[in-house]
Structure formats: structure tokens, C-alpha cells
């Protein structure tokens, strides 16, 4: 059968954009690469259209729509710890987004869309099955209103984890699901990660997350009187601690080991059968160089991207101030042109880009 072609709107073809990450020269190292962008996110060139979806289990998830054409691809967007919505690496790839026609959707999870969830249960690194009920909602919407435009993924941090968990878990069957994946920052192997955040300046960060997470388990612990050790909570100091009391006793696992081991997204990457980017910086603070893998060790559908510099989540670039510009040209670049590298029919037939204007 003939292999049909993609055709872009005049006005609004991607470039194919194959250039390495290069830290500007006034952003030195992986601390500062990694909080500027934080500190000094984009402007929001558009406007969210929240939904909020009722689960069986009686609690609630939050979606942030950037709407568009139904015959234009839609990507879908999975944060990082304590991320959302307004995260800073979320609006620059939606400011592109929006510039080619491409709608967006950004899926928080559970207490993460500023409303406590109802339930006991929160959110976690290994979360893979609740991944997959998020996409095959997300898909069958777009299925119901005619689209047949490609579904993309795009996922920071800890959402990348639980994304990369799931395509390796679901094999050949994420296929029917989504046409491309990317993932940023994600730390691949939990206890490398886990070790980097009780060292030296990391203790930053670590005390950053640990203010939220502590808040909102006290709050938790107001719902529902008992759930956890509150005198150990309050003493805790560490991911690993706070792990080892609440995230893995609350979702199953027996302990802050057993939930870092079962959840690592390292071990699924050569079981990954859809066309996936993976970033991460090589002086990113969370994540190790030493313990990232190489081609050899993943599926000939991954790509891996592992700049010198870019820090966790940060790749600013251009003169100062900068701009979070090439990690939206990379991503947007490659699953725009991805069905080019692949022989599968399906996944072109899947990737035929009809930009609306």
C-alpha cells in the first residue's frame, strides 16, 4: 500500500530541528541551570479551559485544556513532583504549541490542580496504571469528536517516570494509544536519585518538596485521623523518609526500597515499542550521569538525549535573560517529523499532520 504523506499547512510546517543542547555561557552549572527557569517562568500566551473528570474510586483528576482544531495533534502533558499546570516547562511548549495550531491537554494528578483530592491515596513515581486510565480517557475523548489526528505525550520528572513505566509495561499495545512520547528530567532510577537529594546542596530542593508534601499529608491526616505516623512525619527530613511514612505504605508497597524498586522506569525502557525521546542532562542534580543508560540498554525506538548541561527540567539558552526555546524546538521537531524514522504504516498513517490555520 502506498505510504500516505504529510502534508503541513503552508504557514505552518515544523522544522526538522536536530541541535544539541548548549548552556548559555552566563548560566553556569546544573544548580542555576536548574532554578532560573523556575524563578523566571514565560509569559502565558493563552488562555486554560479546565475539566474535571469523576473517577470510580469516587475521587476527582483535573485537565487544563488548550483548545483547537479537532483536525490539528493534540499533546498531552504529564508534570513533575508537585508540578502542574502553570510549571514553567509546560507553558513554553504550549506557547509553541499554540503557534502551530496544536492542541494541548494537562493532566494533573491527584491533588495537584490546587484542591485537596478526596481520597487517602495521592500520587507516586510508579503510578503507571493510573497513566493508562488517563490516556485511554483522553484518547477515546478525541476519538469521539471525529479527530484522527495523532495524540502525543510529553512528561517531566516524576510524570515521566510513570509514562516510561507505562510504555514499557504496555508494549505494542501503547500503539493504540499515542504516536510519540517524550520525557524530561525523569529520574530513571529512583534510589540513584533518592541518594543525589540527601547530599550537599540537593538538601535545597529536598527541603522545597518536603514543605508541600509534609503540608498536604498533615492535612491528610486531618481527613482521615490515623492514616500515618504523624510524630514521624514531622521529624522527617528526607525523600527517603517521607517515602518510607507516607507515599509507600499509602499505595501499596511495603516500604520506601520496595516502592523505588518496583517503580523505576530504568528497567522498562528496552520493552518500549512507540517512537520516544528521552532527555536529561548529564549535570542534572536529581539524577546521576553514571547510573544513565545507553543505547545498548533500551529499545531501538528510544532516543536518548543526554546533553553535557541543562540541569533538571531547566535547558534555558540564547543571550540573557534566555529563553526556554530549545527544548519546545526539540520535542515539537521530533514528533512532528518521528513517522519519517519508523517503518511502521500504522504509526505514519497515525503522524499525517493536516495543520489547521
Known amino acids: 500500500m502506498p505510504q500516505r504523506k504529510i502534508i503541513p499547512m503552508p504557514g505552518n510546517t515544523i522544522p526538522l530541528y536536530t541541535a544539541h543542547y548548549t548552556a548559555p555561557s552566563w548560566l553556569p552549572g546544573g544548580n542555576l541551570q536548574t532554578l532560573y527557569p523556575y524563578f523566571n517562568k514565560p509569559a502565558q500566551r493563552f488562555t486554560y479551559r479546565r475539566e474535571r473528570w469523576e473517577l470510580d474510586d469516587g475521587d476527582f483528576i483535573d485537565v487544563d485544556w488548550s483548545d483547537g482544531s479537532d483536525e490539528s495533534p493534540l499533546v498531552v502533558f504529564f508534570h513533575g513532583l508537585e508540578g502542574g499546570s502553570s510549571s514553567h516547562y509546560i507553558l513554553s511548549m504550549i506557547n509553541s504549541l499554540k503557534r502551530h495550531h496544536w492542541r494541548s491537554a494537562v493532566i494533573h494528578f491527584r491533588g495537584c490542580s490546587g484542591e485537596p483530592n478526596r481520597l487517602s491515596r495521592a500520587y507516586h513515581a510508579g503510578d503507571s496504571s493510573e497513566i493508562d486510565w488517563m490516556l485511554r480517557r483522553i484518547t477515546t475523548k478525541s476519538q469521539t469528536t471525529g479527530s484522527t489526528q495523532p495524540v502525543y505525550v510529553m512528561g517531566v520528572s516524576l510524570g515521566g517516570n510513570a509514562l516510561l513505566k507505562w510504555l514499557g509495561e504496555q508494549g505494542e499495545r501503547a500503539k493504540e494509544l499515542v504516536a510519540g512520547v517524550a520525557t524530561v528530567s525523569v529520574p530513571l532510577d529512583l534510589a540513584a536519585a533518592g541518594a543525589a537529594l540527601d547530599k550537599g546542596f540537593n538538601q535545597v530542593y529536598t527541603r522545597h518538596f518536603l514543605d508541600t508534601l509534609k503540608d498536604k499529608a498533615f492535612d491528610k491526616l486531618q481527613q482521615f485521623p490515623g492514616l500515618f505516623d504523624a510524630h514521624a512525619l514531622k521529624k522527617c527530613a528526607s525523600i527517603y523518609d517521607f517515602d518510607n511514612i507516607v507515599t509507600a505504605p499509602l499505595h501499596g508497597f511495603r516500604?520506601?526500597?520496595?516502592?523505588?524498586?518496583?517503580s523505576s522506569s530504568k528497567q522498562w525502557l528496552p520493552h518500549v515499542q512507540v517512537p520516544t525521546l528521552v532527555i536529561n542532562a548529564r549535570n542534572d542534580p536529581f539524577m546521576p550521569a553514571s547510573?544513565?543508560?545507553?543505547?545498548?540498554?533500551?529499545?531501538?525506538?528510544?532516543t536518548l538525549e543526554f546533553p553535557e548541561e541543562g540541569g533538571h527540567a531547566g535547558f534555558m539558552q540564547g543571550p540573557f535573560p534566555g529563553k526556554l526555546s530549545w527544548l519546545p524546538q526539540k520535542i515539537l521537531s521530533f514528533f512532528h517529523h518521528q513517522c519519517q524514522r519508523t517503518d511502521s504504516?500504522?504509526?505514519c498513517d497515525k503522524s499525517v499532520l493536516h495543520i489547521s490555520g
Not at 547510573?291 to 528510544?302: H, R
Request: proline letters at 9%; zero cysteines.
Open 255 to 262: 516500604d520506601t526500597d520496595d516502592y523505588w524498586r518496583q
Open 345 to 347: 504504516e500504522e504509526a
Open 291 to 302: 547510573v544513565l543508560p545507553a543505547q545498548t540498554e533500551v529499545s531501538p525506538m528510544v
